[in-house]
């Protein structure tokens, strides 16, 4: 947007408006919004995908876990990319479907939650963050039905009710929430199988990571698109807490220990049921 004459603020920014970011950049300048950059017709696009993300309830909260891999049809486009993002101090979204515009959508979600912080007073409530983000994944159809569709995956900690929450969304901006653990992406099939046999009521923090960084385990055993274990780069999953405590991401040091206990029961034993 231009600025003013003598340097000042353009008028638009000085006026009273909504608590939406997005409804203020649509109103003033909707170009820089995604969705209003569709491919010319006819065209397809080969961009770099994201997947797997999966998520996980315990006791007090939830964990989020991502792989690290990007892949560009059958190229590994990027090995220790950041699926996993903190949306706000209790919140967090993980990526799965056209890497760079679902982390453009992810950039505008964690501005519209801080404007709204800003323009309200409080947080957001969880529910009103995550039918927020549907809207957000509904206005980017267009670009969906091209072949660049992002499918992410929300969590975060509900003050009101003292527990985690999990919601999953399709391509259309439906929200649906889910209970105990889920997963998206393409070896999310595989992570959620897993995720039935492994996940118990009861779970600790610590028990909840385990499970998380078990289905990863399990999906990069059965989809080339999800990336395993990288011992010799020491590119571990990325995997963030949502509790009281805020959104913690779990350390480097944390999650290889716990990467590496898996790999070592797994020897001998990839499939990870009873020697």
């Avoid at 006026?15 to 003033?28: I, L, P, Q």
């Avoid at 649906?176 to 595989?190: I, K, Q, R």
Wanted: include cysteine.
């Amino acid at each position: 947007m231009t600025a003013a004459p003598g340097g000042r603020l353009p008028p638009a920014y000085l006026a009273a408006g909504s608590s939406s970011f997005t409804d203020f950049v649509a109103a003033h300048d909707p170009s820089l919004l995604p969705h209003r950059r569709p491919l010319p017709p006819g065209t397809s696009l080969d961009a770099p995908h994201g997947t797997t993300i999966v998520t996980v309830s315990f006791d007090g909260g939830v964990v989020m876990a991502g792989d690290r891999r990007a892949t560009m049809g059958n190229i590994i486009a990027n090995r220790d990319m950041e699926k996993v993002f903190a949306t706000d101090e209790y919140s967090a979204v993980g990526i799965a479907g056209t890497a760079g515009i679902a982390i453009e959508l992810v950039r505008l979600f964690q501005v519209e939650l801080e404007h709204y912080e800003k323009i309200e007073g409080t947080l957001m409530s969880l529910e009103g963050k995550a039918n927020r983000l549907a809207s957000m994944i509904r206005s980017n159809l267009g670009l969906a039905m091209q072949g660049l569709s992002v499918v992410p995956l929300f969590a975060g900690y509900d003050l009101q009710r003292g527990t985690g929450r999990i919601f999953s969304y399709d391509v259309t901006g439906g929200c649906y929430e889910e209970h105990d653990h889920h997963g998206v992406g393409s070896g999310s099939l595989f992570a959620r199988g897993s995720m039935k046999k492994t996940w118990r009521p009861g779970l600790d923090r610590d028990g909840a990571v385990r499970v998380a960084v078990e289905a990863l385990y399990d999906a990069a055993d059965d989809d080339s698109a999800t990336g395993g274990p990288d011992l010799s780069r020491r590119i571990w999953p990325t995997i963030v807490s949502l509790d009281a405590d805020g959104a913690v991401f779990r350390s480097d040091e944390e999650v290889a220990g716990v990467v590496t206990a898996v790999v070592a029961e797994r020897e001998g034993n990839p499939g990870g049921g009873p020697r």
